[in-house]
């Protein structure tokens, strides 16, 4: 959850790099638990979503990748 961008923007800063340094900062998920992590990206895609975060990706136009079929 939201111990991954503190962990990402320690990983940046050691780099000495900032989210500013980027001009497109992609995050793949398919779980809500990354939900923190998404919406700090500038591009996020929801990755074979389960059905809560597919959900909040319809809802906020995100990307939606289905990269491969899941038993139901």
């Known amino acids: 959850r939201e111990g991954k961008i503190a962990r990402v923007q320690q990983w940046l800063a050691d780099a000495g790099l900032t989210p500013a340094s980027f001009d ?3 995050v793949y998920s398919d779980s809500t638990n990354d939900l923190p992590l998404l919406e ?3 591009h996020p895609v929801a990755t074979n ?3 809560g975060l597919l959900a909040v990706a ?4 995100w990307p939606i990748l289905r990269l491969f079929e899941t038993p139901q």
């Not at 319809?58 to 136009?61: A, C, F, M, T, V």
């Open 24 to 26: 497109r900062i992609t």
């Open 49 to 51: 979503p389960g059905a």
């Open 58 to 61: 319809q809802s906020r136009d």
């Open 40 to 42: 700090w990206a500038t």
